[in-house]
């Protein structure tokens, strides 16, 4: 064996231990390399075979340690001892064959695929082949062109398969599905299998289809020992015309040895003479670039035991037993790899790289230009460069690297696309949203439903929007990006027609999906607007359960495109606003229902009428007092009523008094409370409007409750269950059942209580209100923890502090607090108890809850008295004493009386003790409270 055939030899066994070990990255074969005897460099020269001498043993002995650890890190046996007796065997016949020609000064002779070895960047100009190993020979011959635009095919133009590349990242699970397939094919016998071997890697421009595909034949490159062949097809490419399958199978078979004179010129015959040639071949042939399946279908070899591996902007639905595979966006801590790799960056700043990483779009092209730039920069750092293109109004101008750009490839895949794609491509740019249908798209198109899904579908096979779901269309970030650039350079009167239909499709949408919803109220205050021009027809919204999941779908488009307009278009926001804002309250989505709010009073409050000003201050309002901003709550719909007042609008008025009722409940104004719903239910009331009477009953109930009216109570709420009934609404039904339940707690009535809120909380789960099944679960918490059963209380109380918390519900945050609170003070945990009703008593001040604070001091000055700390104690039920004095909480201030009585007769002052605890029990009495008779007994202990 000569020395050149030793060395490939040689080289071939290293690759077959690596391939053992289960095909490790480099990186992490050099994390496995124990003995420190390996470089990035040193590994790459030694599986690529750039060596006159032999290595050092010490080197190929730290590659034989890695491969065993990297093997043993996946679970492969191999056996360290074994392969590192075999390697040194090898090793030494290697190392004496290349002593003896270097001594004697006579040069290995290089294989054919050696000669003329050229690296080259940029574009390719004409047709080219880039093989490994071909066996058989390889016979250049200048070809005749058989088309004005088809280059010569000339010896320069055979190439080797590209270098991998050093830095390539992650994508894992992609490879791992990869390599498995093919290299399962390839070790059957024969090379035969069950599988196609044809293979294809898509994914939207810049996404590394290539540098993937080229890493993936590096790693397969022992399993094809007849070569690895690499055929650029110019799909999309700069200043070049995708090659037509005749040149290319002129290349592929001018590679494999067939003189051009003598090679046919019919595609049929080139085709039939190629599948020929590689009969009985094991070869990986990667065929980059492809336009279309008609490009690549002829070039397909007829042996399963080649592997053929295509790289396409295009989904190529059109073969049949094609493995597709898709890559996607990388995840952040990919992106970020890829970034410091090759910007070679030392900046320790995760944040400023994370925001760079998500302004990247997670796309590898455009971290690779970033990079590059960080690296020719030596004074920028990572939050310049953050900040840099984070300011920038046309971020694609910024990822960008000498004359390559992220903005040029997609160039690439817009101009290939038909006249009427490219418009709806750039159309899909105005929209708000982050994702489409194909409804929302035919309106903002102009163009009929059933037209715009093929075209949108078309896109989706060019990779330029993602399908999330069946469709379900988004364009990538810099994508949509792209669009939006595009279609700024049409005429401004297109652009604004096509927005108004889009935002005339979601109002209809909208109102019709809410008028199906359960709890909808028959009138509104808002005038009814004219549909205006909607697509030749829109999604089926004639049942509730369809109007709910079209709004699931849409609500954030919606939102969206109400922050878009607000400003222009004042009216039109609030009329969307006013449609989608049952939904957003019903959904929990309140913290977006209170930002649209805002956007939709701020630009009425400076272009538009009075009503539509105070319909905007209610709904804001409203949302205000979900949020726990009480007092901001009161002043908006205070400013709203006085409005509706001088319209004489009476619906307005109720809408406004039924919610500025329920504020000034939070914020303690028992009195006001109750008249502000008592004349917000008479109200609906003369209008018809039975489930607002109800709802408004239901709240006066509650303001009952709060005040120890607990006789009024069980009367309102006892009609407003009634109304709900016949209202057909299980969630006001479910919410009054709730209030009589902490009723029946309240005066002793476990049992019954537990019964009552157990019917309530099944029919919010019907219902599907989060914010009604975390309600009832607070009420059932406290009948366990009444009943001393403390594991189920603190349960209960947990579940609905999570539900309150992802609802950002700050006032139902602050009641399981505080219910957790006491249960771990019943159990002795005092500790955690003061924390948890510190974190109540703190979200109460915030969000102005004069009650919830008097509650929870009341709490704190139990605790505070079982540590025996009677002057912290004294001064925590003394202020829920004076707080209940202004808010008129008989039941609270009842306790705050009790608490004070005993803890001033404990620390000696009987007196003024006795006094405390007489207010109590008149107080307890007059509220039929079970507290009385122990307040009793204790006094006359005291008397003797």
């Known amino acids: 064996m000569g020395a050149q055939s030793q060395r490939d030899w040689f080289v071939q066994r290293l690759r077959r231990l690596l391939a053992a070990a289960g095909h490790p990255h480099q990186a992490q074969l050099l994390a496995c390399d124990t003995e420190q005897g390996l470089t990035r460099s040193s590994l790459s020269d030694l599986l690529a075979g750039k060596f006159v001498k032999a290595p050092p043993w010490e080197r190929i002995s730290?590659?034989?340690?890695?491969?065993?650890?990297?093997?043993?890190?996946?679970?492969?046996?191999?056996?360290?001892?074994?392969?590192?007796?075999?390697?040194?065997?090898?090793?030494?016949?290697?190392?004496?064959?290349?002593?003896?020609?270097?001594?004697?000064?006579?040069?290995?002779?290089?294989?054919?695929?050696?000669?003329?070895?050229?690296?080259?960047?940029?574009?390719?100009?004409?047709?080219?082949?880039?093989?490994?190993?071909?066996?058989?020979?390889?016979?250049i011959h200048h070809a005749v062109p058989e088309n004005a635009w088809l280059s010569r095919l000339t010896t320069a133009s055979i190439l080797s398969m590209p270098r991998d590349i050093a830095a390539f990242t992650g994508r894992d699970e992609e490879l791992g599905e990869l390599l498995n397939a093919i290299t399962?094919?390839?070790?059957?016998?024969?090379?035969?299998?069950?599988?196609?071997?044809?293979?294809?890697?898509?994914?939207?421009?810049?996404?590394?289809?290539?540098?993937?595909?080229?890493?993936?034949?590096?790693?397969?490159?022992?399993?094809?020992?007849?070569?690895?062949?690499?055929?650029?097809?110019?799909?999309?490419?700069?200043?070049?015309?995708?090659?037509?399958?005749?040149?290319?199978?002129?290349?592929?078979?001018?590679?494999t040895g067939v003189d051009a004179s003598t090679m046919p010129t019919a595609l049929d015959d080139r085709a039939a003479l190629w599948r020929h040639r590689m009969t009985g071949r094991k070869a990986l042939v990667l065929l980059d670039n492809a336009a279309s399946h008609e490009q690549v279908r002829p070039l397909f070899p007829s042996s399963q035991s080649c592997a053929v591996l295509i790289t396409s902007r295009r989904r190529l639905e059109g073969i049949d037993d094609l493995n597709p595979i898709t890559l996607g966006t990388l995840p952040l801590n990919q992106a970020a790899t890829l970034f410091n790799r090759l910007s070679r960056n030392r900046d320790d700043d995760p944040d400023a790289l994370a925001e760079l990483m998500g302004l990247c779009g997670y796309l590898p092209l455009a971290i690779s230009l970033l990079a590059g730039r960080l690296r020719h920069h030596p004074s920028w750092n990572l939050r310049y460069l953050a900040t840099k293109v984070a300011r920038t109004q046309d971020r694609l101008a910024e990822l960008r690297a000498e004359n390559l750009a992220v903005e040029s490839t997609f160039r690439l895949s817009y101009d290939d696309l038909p006249l009427e794609q490219r418009q709806l491509f750039r159309r899909l740019g105005l929209h708000p949203g982050a994702d489409i249908d194909a409804y929302a798209a035919a309106a903002l198109d102009g163009r009929p439903v059933d037209t715009t899904a093929g075209r949108l579908d078309a896109l989706y096979t060019d990779n330029l929007v993602d399908e999330l779901h069946p469709g379900r269309y988004r364009c990538h970030d810099l994508i949509r990006d792209y669009a939006r650039k595009l279609a700024?350079?049409?005429?401004?009167?297109?652009?604004?027609?096509?927005?108004?239909?889009?935002?005339?499709?979601?109002?209809?949408?909208t109102t019709t999906a809410s008028s199906q919803l359960p709890d909808h109220r028959s009138i509104n205050v808002l005038p009814p607007r004219s549909p205006g021009q909607l697509p030749d027809r829109i999604p089926g919204l004639d049942n509730a359960r369809a109007a709910r999941e079209w709004l699931d779908s849409e609500h954030a488009n919606i939102s969206a495109s109400i922050s878009r307009i607000a400003r222009n278009q004042p009216v039109r926001s609030l009329y969307l606003a006013d449609a989608v804002q049952p939904h957003l309250e019903f959904r929990g989505h309140w913290a977006l229902a209170h930002a649209i709010q805002c956007a939709a009073l701020e630009a009425i409050r400076h272009t538009s009428g009075k009503r539509e000003e105070a319909v905007a201050l209610t709904n804001l309002g409203r949302m205000q007092r979900r949020t726990g901003d009480h007092r901001e709550a009161e002043q908006s719909l205070t400013e709203a009523f006085a409005i509706q007042i001088q319209l004489g609008d009476e619906l307005g008025q109720a809408n406004a008094l039924a919610n500025l009722g329920s504020a000034r409940a939070r914020l303690g104004n028992y009195s006001g409370a109750a008249q502000d719903l008592t004349r917000a239910q008479e109200l609906y009331a003369r209008l018809g409007e039975l489930l607002g009477r109800a709802s408004a009953l239901k709240d006066l109930g509650e303001v009952q409750i709060l005040i120890g009216d607990y006789a009024n109570a069980t009367e309102t709420l006892t009609k407003a269950h009634a109304m709900n009934i016949a209202a057909g609404s299980r969630r006001g039904e479910a919410n009054t059942l709730i209030g009589l339940g902490r009723i029946q707690y309240m005066n002793g009535h476990y049992e019954k209580a537990a019964e009552t809120l157990n019917r309530a909380h099944a029919l919010h789960?019907?219902?599907?209100?989060?914010?009604?099944?975390?309600?009832?679960?607070?009420?059932?918490?406290?009948?366990?923890?009444?009943?001393?059963?403390?594991?189920?209380?603190?349960?209960?109380?947990?579940?609905?502090?999570?539900?309150?918390?992802?609802l950002g519900h700050r006032h139902g945050q602050a009641a399981t607090y505080k219910n957790i609170g006491r249960v771990h003070q019943a159990t002795g945990d005092l500790l955690t108890a003061v924390t948890q009703l510190t974190l109540a008593h703190d979200l109460h001040v915030e969000t102005g809850d004069r009650n919830g604070q008097a509650e929870v001091l009341n709490d704190l000055g139990l605790l505070e008295k079982d540590r025996s700390r009677l002057p912290e104690a004294i001064d925590k039920y003394r202020r829920a004493w004076e707080l209940t004095l202004e808010t008129g909480s008989l039941p609270q201030q009842a306790v705050a009386l009790e608490g004070l009585g005993r803890c001033l007769v404990e620390s000696g002052r009987t007196r003024e003790g006795s006094d405390r605890l007489r207010e109590a029990l008149t107080l307890y009495r007059q509220l039929q409270a079970p507290q009385a008779a122990q307040v009793a007994a204790f006094l006359e202990l005291l008397s003797r």
């Open 62 to 139: 730290a590659y034989v340690t890695a491969c065993v650890n990297a093997a043993h890190a996946r679970q492969c046996e191999l056996s360290l001892d074994e392969e590192r007796r075999r390697l040194r065997e090898d090793h030494a016949r290697l190392t004496e064959l290349l002593d003896t020609v270097v001594l004697g000064e006579t040069p290995a002779h290089p294989r054919a695929t050696d000669r003329g070895r050229t690296e080259i960047s940029g574009v390719i100009e004409g047709v080219t082949v880039q093989a490994g190993v071909i066996h058989g020979g390889v016979h």
């Open 184 to 255: 399962a094919t390839a070790a059957s016998p024969g090379g035969e299998s069950t599988g196609s071997g044809i293979y294809a890697v898509d994914g939207m421009p810049g996404i590394g289809k290539t540098a993937f595909a080229v890493h993936a034949a590096h790693l397969l490159r022992d399993c094809f020992p007849d070569g690895l062949i690499f055929l650029p097809l110019h799909g999309h490419t700069s200043g070049q015309r995708p090659v037509d399958p005749t040149a290319a199978l002129g290349s592929l078979l001018a590679a």
């Open 765 to 806: 789960v019907q219902a599907g209100s989060r914010l009604g099944q975390a309600n009832t679960l607070v009420a059932l918490g406290r009948v366990y923890y009444l009943s001393s059963d403390y594991q189920h209380a603190g349960d209960t109380f947990t579940t609905a502090h999570e539900i309150f918390t992802d």
């Open 488 to 509: 700024s350079h049409d005429p401004t009167v297109d652009n604004t027609l096509a927005l108004d239909r889009l935002l005339d499709y979601y109002l209809h949408c």
